[in-house]
Protein backbone atom coordinates (compact mmCIF):
# COMPACT_ATOMS: atom_id res chain seq x y z
CA UNK A 1 0.00 0.00 0.00
CA UNK A 2 0.82 3.49 -0.94
CA UNK A 3 0.03 7.01 0.82
CA UNK A 4 1.11 9.97 -0.20
CA UNK A 5 0.69 13.21 2.23
CA UNK A 6 1.39 16.88 1.45
CA UNK A 7 1.35 20.03 3.36
CA UNK A 8 -0.74 22.38 1.92
CA UNK A 9 -1.51 25.65 3.58
CA UNK A 10 -4.98 27.51 3.23
CA UNK A 11 -3.33 30.55 1.11
CA UNK A 12 -1.66 27.87 -0.92
CA UNK A 13 -4.82 25.98 -1.81
CA UNK A 14 -6.40 29.69 -2.04
CA UNK A 15 -3.75 30.83 -4.56
CA UNK A 16 -4.10 27.24 -6.50
CA UNK A 17 -8.07 27.55 -7.03
CA UNK A 18 -8.35 30.89 -8.06
CA UNK A 19 -5.10 30.43 -10.36
CA UNK A 20 -7.03 27.36 -12.17
CA UNK A 21 -10.21 29.84 -12.20
CA UNK A 22 -7.98 32.35 -14.52
CA UNK A 23 -6.55 29.52 -16.87
CA UNK A 24 -9.73 28.20 -17.49
CA UNK A 25 -11.74 31.25 -18.21
CA UNK A 26 -8.53 32.43 -20.89
CA UNK A 27 -9.11 29.25 -22.38
CA UNK A 28 -12.98 29.64 -22.58
CA UNK A 29 -12.74 33.30 -24.14
CA UNK A 30 -9.37 32.02 -26.61
CA UNK A 31 -11.78 29.11 -27.67
CA UNK A 32 -14.99 30.91 -28.23
CA UNK A 33 -13.38 33.22 -30.16
CA UNK A 34 -13.51 32.73 -34.35
CA UNK A 35 -11.84 34.57 -36.90
CA UNK A 36 -14.24 36.86 -38.46
CA UNK A 37 -13.87 37.65 -41.60
CA UNK A 38 -12.70 40.99 -41.94
CA UNK A 39 -15.26 43.55 -42.93
CA UNK A 40 -14.76 45.69 -46.34
CA UNK A 41 -15.76 49.58 -45.01
CA UNK A 42 -18.36 51.06 -47.74
CA UNK A 43 -17.60 53.94 -49.47
CA UNK A 44 -19.01 57.43 -48.54
CA UNK A 45 -21.36 58.75 -51.65
CA UNK A 46 -21.76 62.44 -51.10
CA UNK A 47 -22.32 63.40 -55.03
CA UNK A 48 -23.04 61.56 -57.92
CA UNK A 49 -19.67 61.59 -59.45
CA UNK A 50 -18.79 59.54 -56.49
CA UNK A 51 -22.04 57.30 -57.25
CA UNK A 52 -21.46 56.76 -60.66
CA UNK A 53 -17.66 55.98 -59.85
CA UNK A 54 -18.94 53.14 -57.47
CA UNK A 55 -21.33 51.88 -59.72
CA UNK A 56 -18.30 51.83 -62.50
CA UNK A 57 -15.82 50.33 -59.61
CA UNK A 58 -18.39 46.88 -59.72
CA UNK A 59 -18.38 47.17 -62.98
CA UNK A 60 -21.40 48.81 -64.48
CA UNK A 61 -21.31 51.80 -67.18
CA UNK A 62 -23.81 54.04 -66.74
CA UNK A 63 -24.91 57.06 -67.93
CA UNK A 64 -23.59 60.52 -65.66
CA UNK A 65 -26.99 61.55 -64.40
CA UNK A 66 -29.14 59.55 -62.66
CA UNK A 67 -33.20 59.40 -64.57
CA UNK A 68 -34.44 59.41 -61.30
CA UNK A 69 -33.98 60.59 -57.66
CA UNK A 70 -36.33 59.58 -54.86
CA UNK A 71 -36.25 59.92 -50.58
CA UNK A 72 -38.79 57.86 -48.87
CA UNK A 73 -38.52 56.61 -44.83
CA UNK A 74 -37.93 52.75 -44.73
CA UNK A 75 -40.59 51.49 -42.52
CA UNK A 76 -39.04 50.83 -38.59
CA UNK A 77 -40.06 46.75 -39.58
CA UNK A 78 -38.92 45.27 -43.13
CA UNK A 79 -42.37 43.85 -44.41
CA UNK A 80 -43.08 43.04 -48.17
CA UNK A 81 -41.98 43.97 -50.50
CA UNK A 82 -38.95 44.51 -48.45
CA UNK A 83 -38.19 41.29 -46.99
CA UNK A 84 -38.00 40.10 -50.25
CA UNK A 85 -36.08 42.69 -51.87
CA UNK A 86 -33.69 42.46 -48.66
CA UNK A 87 -32.83 38.88 -49.63
CA UNK A 88 -31.60 40.01 -52.74
CA UNK A 89 -29.51 42.50 -50.77
CA UNK A 90 -27.79 39.54 -48.11
CA UNK A 91 -26.87 37.90 -51.16
CA UNK A 92 -24.48 40.87 -52.10
CA UNK A 93 -23.16 41.74 -48.49
CA UNK A 94 -25.70 44.52 -48.18
CA UNK A 95 -28.61 44.43 -45.41
CA UNK A 96 -31.08 46.99 -45.30
CA UNK A 97 -32.20 46.44 -41.67
CA UNK A 98 -29.54 48.33 -40.37
CA UNK A 99 -31.44 51.35 -42.17
CA UNK A 100 -35.26 50.68 -40.20
CA UNK A 101 -36.80 53.48 -39.95
CA UNK A 102 -34.06 55.73 -41.84
CA UNK A 103 -34.42 58.17 -44.81
CA UNK A 104 -33.52 56.23 -47.82
CA UNK A 105 -32.06 57.91 -51.14
CA UNK A 106 -32.47 55.57 -54.13
CA UNK A 107 -30.99 56.77 -57.52
CA UNK A 108 -31.58 55.17 -60.68
CA UNK A 109 -28.71 54.84 -63.67
CA UNK A 110 -29.21 53.72 -67.02
CA UNK A 111 -26.61 50.92 -67.61
CA UNK A 112 -25.30 50.94 -71.10
CA UNK A 113 -23.16 47.77 -70.77
CA UNK A 114 -25.42 44.92 -70.04
CA UNK A 115 -24.65 42.09 -71.88
CA UNK A 116 -26.89 41.06 -74.98
CA UNK A 117 -29.50 44.05 -74.13
CA UNK A 118 -28.72 47.94 -74.90
CA UNK A 119 -31.89 49.00 -73.79
CA UNK A 120 -34.04 49.39 -70.80
CA UNK A 121 -31.52 48.29 -68.17
CA UNK A 122 -31.27 50.22 -65.02
CA UNK A 123 -29.30 50.60 -62.06
CA UNK A 124 -30.49 51.45 -58.60
CA UNK A 125 -28.39 52.43 -55.95
CA UNK A 126 -29.83 52.98 -52.29
CA UNK A 127 -28.24 55.05 -50.01
CA UNK A 128 -28.58 55.88 -46.56
CA UNK A 129 -26.14 58.58 -44.33
CA UNK A 130 -24.13 58.59 -47.68
CA UNK A 131 -23.47 54.66 -47.74
CA UNK A 132 -24.48 52.39 -50.16
CA UNK A 133 -27.46 50.02 -48.69
CA UNK A 134 -28.54 47.92 -51.17
CA UNK A 135 -28.91 47.76 -55.00
CA UNK A 136 -29.65 45.95 -57.96
CA UNK A 137 -29.69 46.01 -61.42
CA UNK A 138 -32.95 45.23 -63.53
CA UNK A 139 -35.01 45.38 -66.60
CA UNK A 140 -38.85 45.56 -66.93
CA UNK A 141 -40.97 43.96 -69.88
CA UNK A 142 -41.57 40.64 -71.02
CA UNK A 143 -38.21 39.76 -70.29
CA UNK A 144 -37.64 41.65 -67.23
CA UNK A 145 -34.95 40.06 -64.30
CA UNK A 146 -33.85 41.70 -61.53
CA UNK A 147 -30.10 40.82 -60.38
CA UNK A 148 -27.75 41.53 -57.37
CA UNK A 149 -25.84 44.89 -57.95
CA UNK A 150 -22.66 43.32 -56.92
CA UNK A 151 -21.28 40.12 -58.62
CA UNK A 152 -19.99 37.52 -56.44
CA UNK A 153 -17.69 36.63 -59.53
CA UNK A 154 -15.27 39.58 -58.89
Not at 15 to 26: D, L, Y
Not at 41 to 60: D, F, H, I
Not at 84 to 109: A, W
Request: aromatic share 8%; net charge negative.
Amino acid sequence: MLIWTAKFSRKKAVSTVIFMGVVMAALIVLMGRTPEEPEIPLPKLTNNEERVAYLQSLGWEVEPEPIETLQFLLPAELEEPYRSYNELQLSQGFDLTHCCGKQISRCTYTVKNYPDQTDGVQANLYICEDIPVAGDVCSSGANGFQIPLISKEE
